[in-house]
């Protein structure tokens, strides 16, 4: 049989036109599509067993219950745990890329001297012989916890224990020296304030434990004309609270001290309340002309938080004009105001960055990279992201997020004293230690981190008191052995302490504080060392412009 | 019975913290790197800040996240794409995009009346070990392709999984919870099945203070938001776009 060309032109026609109808062109379309969607450079997920573990957030003092989703042992997501007393389900946004930060591109991982590679040995070797030859200061940014007690003890030996508190902490320091109870020892209890007038603290923008009072606004205040829990924002500039504020007033940067001591002297001059403290010595007049506001504003301010108690005054940072106010309003020591929520808290010292007559200062990685050091000691400075260019001689990699094993004690503004243990849900890479690790190894004497938690949790099973949250909640005397508190608190439970008597705080006020310019911290996420971002939020935050971002240090 | 996922986020109550875009990000292994300008850059949820336009004390400020829209009525992406890589999907309501088919002309990001669509200008990149960081669930974006929000769909995966193991052909709604409403602190977006005349979501959306955005333009979205401000509730029909801050500076593509 001859083919001719024309039987050819029909056949690779038919052949084609046939081709159609079957599903091969298809098929290869979507193969190649595929195949061109999954080059070799193209990063894959990892592939593993999934599991969720329960703990809690150690990168900040407000400890959140955290749920992490694991494969194949890496932690690829976090979460809430709605069942956490204090954060009640809610993270802070940078907690959501949390489990990024082991890999972030400024992450430590070798000992550096001056900033040349160095080892272990060499940096115990010079801390060894900077304790030989002087006292040496240990700075902890986390206090209250067992590795805190490590350097406790160290540092009664060979020199001082400091802490480098937040913001939030220091606004309470005024009423330890008033009322003799430690600071740390203080919470406000905001559960049952019915007004809060908050002196430029960001409330609903990373104050506190997030959850707690972003949940409490959520029920009582949002979106309500006449809400159950009035929020009086006193700020500059409209930040993210005072959109959301029951009321906004704007006034003076700077000016809170003076508005505090007019609002004051409205109280006690209107016998607005019972008198329980000094006449401020500023007029209503002067604290008009330094806020900006008017007489009449001040005074309808006064009677505003009069008409609706409990009330309880917030500063953003340490203010003893304001810490004056509660005194006067009777919110130190009362329900819906400041409260002691713990009778074991010890008092602490505040870390001078300028100290001086020390041979060496250690500073653990929990205090953040803005405590910069002015002294001519030697620094040896932990940290897990390498921060910035503060002045640290020797700068120590440290376990990053879940990669070591800690105590979570109770953050600094609840008003109820909490216990929880962050168990290491991933493994450390080798070259990391943390600042008590290190010390432990110097000095064989002291206690372990692990060591210490266990006789914490013997202290709970002892006193059985307040209720263990986990699953379910369980009265603490429940409890048949501290082994099962301790299965229970790594399993990422959390211990409850009884709820706190207010009475058990007295403040007395025997002259009106002297005016300081008040400071408030730039916003809550400049606060948070930069490198320490997840690269998530540093890309979301510049593509979307809802924060501003530090310039530098990003991924 | 099909039903018709959305959502209804409460304004009122959103503080824009941005909760709900690092957890969608985190959760859908949007990547970190290249970091981009707000007119390159790749954010399925988006807060945006937007304000009464006044200054001093009468100066209102609010937030509003925008994503897909899931519009349901004559769907503007999926009559556009000539790939077929964007569907309605029937038995839920969600608008499905296929990267797989997605040949990346953009004509869906043109349509989008509500600029909820992004395109991967780059090879998705990650620092160096940080790929171990990936949700296992969701599969990587190629460069050139579109992606939007697809309400979670690895999640509503996961829960028919459960669902089928336990025997039952309906989904547990408590196992279907998209990641942005899971992490919101104020409890600000609500989801659930709006075909449900029972379901709080439904009974939300039907509220007088909800609201749609662009609704004269009849895409149906599933998305509702709602307020009790006016001013706020004026920006939905605004030919802008809800965007003081520049609404040309937020454009994508």
């Known amino acids: 049989m001859k083919v001719t060309r024309r039987d050819l032109l029909v056949w690779s026609a038919g052949a084609a036109a046939g081709l159609m109808v079957t599903p091969v062109p298809w098929k290869l379309l979507d193969d190649s599509s595929i195949w061109s969607q999954n080059w070799p450079w193209i990063p894959q997920p990892m592939r593993g067993p999934v599991e969720v573990k329960q703990t809690c957030c150690s990168l900040c003092p407000n400890g959140c219950g955290m749920r992490v989703r694991m494969a194949a042992g890496w932690p690829v997501g976090v979460a809430g745990v709605s069942s956490h007393p204090i954060s009640r389900g809610a993270l802070c946004p940078l907690g959501f890329g949390a489990h990024q930060l082991n890999w972030h591109p400024q992450r430590l991982r070798t000992v550096r001297h001056r900033g040349i590679p160095s080892s272990w040995s060499q940096a115990q070797s010079a801390f060894t012989r900077a304790c030989s030859e002087g006292p040496v200061v240990i700075i902890d940014g986390y206090p209250g916890r067992a590795p805190s007690s490590v350097f406790e003890t160290f540092s009664q030996k060979r020199g001082a224990y400091r802490v480098a508190v937040g913001s939030e902490s220091r606004a309470l320091a005024p009423y330890e020296s008033w009322g003799g109870v430690p600071s740390a020892a203080l919470g406000y209890d905001l559960e049952n304030a019915q007004t809060i007038v908050s002196f430029g603290a960001p409330l609903l923008d990373g104050w506190g434990t997030p959850g707690r009072f972003t949940r409490l606004w959520a029920e009582r205040a949002a979106g309500m004309t006449d809400p159950q829990l009035r929020l009086i924002q006193l700020e500059a500039s409209l930040s993210r609270t005072a959109a959301r504020a029951w009321q906004w007033i704007p006034l003076r940067a700077g000016s809170d001290s003076a508005l505090a001591a007019g609002v004051a002297r409205v109280l006690l001059e209107e016998r607005l309340v019972a008198a329980r403290g000094p006449m401020p010595p500023l007029t209503v007049s002067d604290a008009a002309a330094q806020t900006g506001l008017t007489p009449d504003a001040i005074r309808d301010l006064a009677r505003t938080m009069a008409a609706r108690p409990p009330v309880v005054a917030i500063a953003a940072d340490h203010n003893r004009a304001i810490a004056a106010l509660n005194v006067v309003l009777g919110s130190a020591g009362a329900r819906g105001g400041l409260v002691r929520r713990s009778k074991r808290a010890q008092p602490w010292i505040s870390a001078d960055p300028a100290i001086a007559s020390v041979r060496a200062m250690l500073i653990d990685s929990s205090v953040p990279w803005d405590f910069a050091p002015q002294t001519d000691a030697e620094v040896f400075r932990f940290a897990a992201w390498d921060g910035g260019s503060s002045k640290a001689d020797w700068l120590l990699p440290a376990p990053g997020f879940l990669e070591e094993l800690t105590d979570v004690p109770t953050a600094p503004t609840s008003a109820i004293e909490t216990f929880a243990v962050a168990s290491s849900l991933v493994k450390a890479p080798p070259q990391v230690q943390n600042a008590a690790q290190f010390l432990c190894s110097l000095d064989s004497s002291l206690s372990t981190t692990e060591k210490i938690i266990h006789a914490r949790c013997q202290e709970l099973f002892r006193a059985r008191k307040g209720t263990v949250i986990g699953q379910e909640a369980t009265p603490l005397a429940k409890f048949t052995s501290v082994q099962k508190l301790e299965e229970q608190l790594w399993k990422g439970a959390v211990w409850v302490g009884e709820p706190s008597q207010p009475e058990s705080l007295r403040c007395e006020l025997k002259e009106w504080p002297a005016a300081v310019a008040s400071s408030h911290p730039e916003s809550w996420l400049t606060r948070w060392p930069e490198a320490v971002l997840p690269p998530l939020a540093s890309k979301l935050y510049t593509e979307s412009s809802l924060r501003e971002m530090p310039e530098k240090g990003n991924a | ?253």
Request: net charge positive.
């Open chain 2, 1 to 253: 019975m099909s039903a018709r996922y959305g959502m209804v986020i409460d304004l009122d109550r959103c503080t824009g913290c941005g909760s709900c875009m690092m957890a969608c990000a985190a959760e859908n292994n949007v990547p970190p790197l290249p970091q981009a300008s707000a007119r390159t850059g790749l954010t399925p949820m988006l807060v945006r800040k937007v304000s009464n336009g006044m200054e001093g004390v009468a100066r209102r400020e609010a937030f509003i996240p925008i994503m897909c829209m899931h519009c349901e009525h004559e769907t503007p992406c999926v009559r556009v794409c000539p790939q077929q890589a964007v569907e309605v999907d029937k038995a839920t309501g969600i608008v499905m995009q296929m990267p797989q088919r997605c040949l990346g002309c953009r004509y869906c990001m043109t349509a989008c009346p509500y600029h909820a669509r992004y395109f991967n200008w780059r090879d998705p990149a990650w620092p160096s070990g940080m790929e171990k960081s990936l949700n296992p669930g969701v599969a990587v974006r190629m460069r050139g392709v579109v992606e939007k929000c697809n309400m979670c769909h690895a999640r509503l995966h996961s829960a028919k999984e459960k669902a089928a193991a336990a025997g039952r052909r309906e989904i547990d709604p408590a196992d279907y919870v998209p990641a942005c409403v899971e992490a919101c602190p104020t409890g600000a977006i609500r989801f659930g099945n709006l075909a449900d005349k029972n379901d709080p979501a439904s009974q939300e959306a039907r509220s007088p203070d909800a609201f749609r955005l662009l609704a004269r333009i009849g895409t149906e979205p599933k998305v509702y938001y709602k307020s009790k401000e006016a001013w706020v509730r004026a920006l939905a029909e605004s030919t802008s776009g809800p965007s003081s801050k520049g609404a040309s500076e937020v454009q994508h593509g």
